[in-house]
């Protein structure tokens, strides 16, 4: 399947920031995390990491997709 983007949290940034990665989505309705993951940035999921999606409002009312851990 042909790669595509959600906004992935970043950790010990100090305020919320969410980076756009690249994911491949997998048969069964999950996605592979893809990287490389910058040397200065430490993300939620990974690289290789296969994780689920769910639509996040902002704070400004923007609704996008994230990627959170699969329940």
Known sequence: MTPTTLLMPLLKEGV???RPVA????S???HLV???M???ELWTFPP????AS???TFGDGVQQLVVVPIS
């Open 16 to 18: 919320d920031v969410w």
């Open 23 to 26: 994911v491949r989505p997998l």
């Open 28 to 30: 069964d309705g999950t």
């Open 34 to 36: 893809l990287g490389p």
């Open 38 to 40: 910058p040397d200065d």
């Open 48 to 51: 290789g990491s296969v994780v």
């Open 54 to 56: 769910r639509l996040h």
